[in-house]
């Protein structure tokens, strides 16, 4: 990094991810992406519906980008004497289940703040709590009708799941908690609208696979920074 020069960065959920600044580290050094600043948040705790992670992550609005936009990255840029782009495309979003819808949800509510998305076995179901009446299914609708219904907008996307990965993990029974399923419909509907994406399906492998990861993680970010310059190397 340069310093005083606006890098491109990358918002992960759930707190310090060790494999992405490891892959990051290695995949700078070959420049097969650009210099860039990695941000890790933690989230408020427990987990679906009625938990503060929940409310965070599975809301389907703006508001998760807006508090990181308005909130984290200014005491990133004060902190850690950087200076993060305005640019969206040089702005990523990731996550792993419900940190991985968490960051489709930002990028799709503010295109005009991320374009790049990378997700894990992301909880693409009906887990928004409280209940919206503007998205009841919560984020199970973005393949029963958002995408579909809605304009193109500017992003790429990542997404992977797991032949084992989670079903109805809850008492709800209402046959939108197929992450598989949801996953698989995801691909389907980026493929009618024309996204640019790529679909991973992992065989024996499970909800956020740590192998699956270690294996397709330096790939999914050189596909996801497909298109943004890459610094030519000093002398």
């Not at 997404?159 to 399923?181: G, P, T």
């Amino acid at each position: 990094y340069v310093p005083g020069t606006a890098a491109p960065f990358i918002v992960g959920a759930d707190g310090p991810d060790q494999k992405l600044f490891t892959a990051l580290d290695n995949l700078i050094a070959q420049r097969r992406v650009p210099v860039m600043i990695a941000i890790s948040i933690g989230n408020g705790s427990g987990d679906a519906q009625g938990s503060q992670r929940g409310l965070e992550y599975d809301t389907m609005s703006g508001l998760y980008a807006e508090f990181v936009e308005k909130e984290v990255l200014p005491l990133v840029e004060k902190h850690c004497q950087v200076k993060l782009t305005k640019d969206p495309a040089g702005r990523a979003t990731m996550g792993c289940s419900s940190g991985g819808s968490c960051a489709l949800i930002m990028a799709w509510y503010r295109p005009d703040l991320y374009h790049r998305v990378l997700t894990y076995s992301g909880t693409y179901v009906n887990q928004q709590w409280p209940p919206n009446a503007e998205t009841p299914h919560g984020a199970w609708g973005f393949h029963e009708n958002i995408i579909a219904s809605s304009p193109v907008k500017p992003l790429r996307l990542w997404l992977e799941v797991s032949d084992k990965d989670l079903f109805n993990a809850n008492i709800m029974r209402d046959d939108m908690h197929d992450w598989v399923v949801a996953n698989e419909r995801m691909a389907k509907v980026l493929a009618e609208k024309g996204y640019h994406y790529q679909f991973v399906f992992a065989r024996n492998a499970v909800h956020c696979d740590g192998g699956v990861k270690d294996q397709t993680l330096p790939e999914a970010l050189e596909y996801v920074w497909q298109g943004y310059p890459i610094a030519e190397a000093k002398p």
